[in-house]
């Protein structure tokens, strides 16, 4: 039985997403060391570079040339950062960590607006969406080529996720969440994912390769970012001066997977 294209893109973004509802549930429920989650956290990071250098830019590049590719790369960046600034004044500024900052922002976000029932709850979703909507739109924009989905992209992103949903959990655990939250946060930001994916194949496939060029790079930008803003520091918090070995071993599983592609 074959599957349209759309279809086929949607499943393999849901599929990738669906990492961070395990990764969530394994946060929470199980008790992982703070240096496992830290190295774990730090290897997603090298996978994500990886993938982001030899698969996103090398694709835009190829496809639109230096000048689409350089400025969707730094406006992508640009937004995210915007964006997650923003994000930081309501409370979600350590929205990855695994630590008892979450709750320290938590109980930070009850002080300044002095009320019990106040929270950071929407802020912590809006920021978990900003954090896995441009990955998932990369996938839908890999089939636009020839239909096929990259599976080095699906692995990867799924990699990545995983240690995104374990220490946002573990955290999230930290700061009284309920299990109920953290569950119905992730699967909702997974399902978001697989429809990200799908939009990222409908709504590009008619546009010229410098705009799709230039949507690739805006992804590739966000997810650096991202990286460097709420993954790394993660990852030092407890790794120290293991993080860098360990986002190097990252790095080479996901190059190793594009070669084998």
């Known amino acids: 039985m074959t599957f349209p294209t759309w279809v086929l893109a949607g499943f393999w973004g849901l599929v990738s997403g669906s990492a961070l509802l395990l990764g969530a549930a394994l946060g929470y ?95 912590l979703a809006i920021g978990a969406l900003l954090d896995g909507i441009p990955e998932s739109i990369v996938i839908g924009l890999s089939m636009l080529a020839g239909g096929g989905v990259s599976m080095v992209a699906v692995v990867a992103i799924f990699l990545s996720n995983l240690p995104e949903g374990l220490s946002s959990a573990a955290g999230m655990k930290k700061s009284g969440r309920s299990a109920s939250y953290v569950l119905l946060l992730w699967a909702g930001i997974a399902v978001i994912s697989g429809v990200a994916s799908l939009l990222g194949y409908t709504l590009f496939s008619g546009f010229s390769n410098e705009v799709v060029a230039g949507t690739m790079a805006v992804s590739a930008g966000a997810v650096l970012a991202m990286i460097a803003d709420t993954m790394i520091p993660e990852a030092f918090e407890e790794a120290h001066n293991f993080t860098g070995l360990i986002t190097v071993l990252g790095f080479l599983v996901s190059f190793f997977l594009s070669k084998m592609d």
Do not use: C
Request: hydrophobic residues 45%.
């Open 29 to 123: 429920f199980a008790r992982v060391p703070q240096r496992l989650i830290a190295a774990i956290m730090a290897f997603g990071s090298g996978v994500l570079i990886s993938t982001l250098s030899l698969e996103l830019m090398e694709e835009a590049y190829q496809k639109g040339g230096f000048n689409s590719t350089a400025m969707g790369f730094v406006g992508g960046a640009a937004v995210y950062t915007l964006a997650n600034w923003l994000l930081a004044r309501y409370g979600a500024k350590h929205r990855k960590r695994s630590s008892d900052l979450q709750k320290q922002e938590r109980a930070s976000v009850k002080q300044a607006k002095g009320n019990d029932e106040a929270d950071n709850g929407m802020a």
